[in-house]
């Protein structure tokens, strides 16, 4: 049984930082694809960034050059280092993972799915 626990959202000012982390337990395959989602209200889910077990990486454009996604393969982590945030980054973020390579790209779906940790953003 996989199980994914996401923790560090919290509120900030936008402008700030937040680092993210997504503890994964139960993995058994060395090939996976983990990602950060997250969904604000009234809006539909939106992928922001994934990575894969060989390091490939794929960030979505509202994102790039200010989120970084990482991974601790020795503490079964994944992080999501959020730098220069904007209160259009409020949303509540989840992480979520699956066997297989992402290749830089996205799943079409996630099997494995954390409960979720809220971004504020304040202007």
């Known amino acids: 049984q996989v199980q994914l626990v996401e923790s560090g959202g919290g509120s900030v000012q936008a402008g700030g930082s937040l680092r993210l982390s997504c503890a994964v337990f139960g993995y058994i395959y060395s090939s996976y694809c983990t990602a950060w989602f997250r969904q604000a209200p009234g809006k539909e889910r939106e992928g922001v960034a994934a990575i894969d077990s060989d390091g490939s990486t794929i960030y979505a454009d509202s994102v790039k050059g200010r989120f970084t996604i990482s991974q601790d393969n020795a503490k079964n982590t994944l992080y999501l280092q959020m730098n220069s945030l904007k209160p259009e980054d409020t949303a509540m973020y989840y992480c979520?993972?699956?066997?297989?390579?992402?290749?830089?790209?996205?799943?079409?779906?996630?099997?494995?799915w954390g409960q979720g940790t809220q971004v504020t953003v304040s202007s």
């Open positions: 979520a993972a699956d066997y297989g390579l992402c290749g830089g790209s996205w799943f079409d779906e996630y099997n494995y």
